[in-house]
């Protein structure tokens, strides 16, 4: 049973996805996640209630809200190249 949930707001390669074990749900549909994993999208760190970490696949997080998730405790991190 899923006890992870994790939004993804842009499209990710399915052999990446595939990583993700059976104790997480990936969806962009989530209402209220644990993880975001985002390429592009704008992030409001503040509109997710639950949000714990998020996960941006490239360079920089010029996307993500990270002065509000430092506040938050929520752990902004990023993986450069993942988008390639």
């Keep these: 049973m899923p006890r992870f949930r994790i939004k993804k ?12 074990g059976p104790e997480y749900t990936v969806s ?3 209402k209220d996640p ?5 390429r592009s999208a704008q992030v409001d ?3 997710y209630q639950s ?13 993500i809200t990270v002065e509000k998730a430092t506040a938050k405790g929520i752990c902004v991190f990023n993986a ?4 390639a």
């Design 9 to 20: 707001l842009n499209n990710i390669d399915p052999s990446g996805l595939a990583l993700f």
């Design 51 to 63: 949000l714990l970490a998020v996960a941006r696949a490239g360079a920089g997080v010029n996307n």
């Design 80 to 83: 450069p190249g993942a988008n």
């Design 34 to 38: 644990g993880g975001i994993l985002v």
């Design 45 to 47: 760190t503040d509109s």
């Design 28 to 30: 962009a549909e989530e």
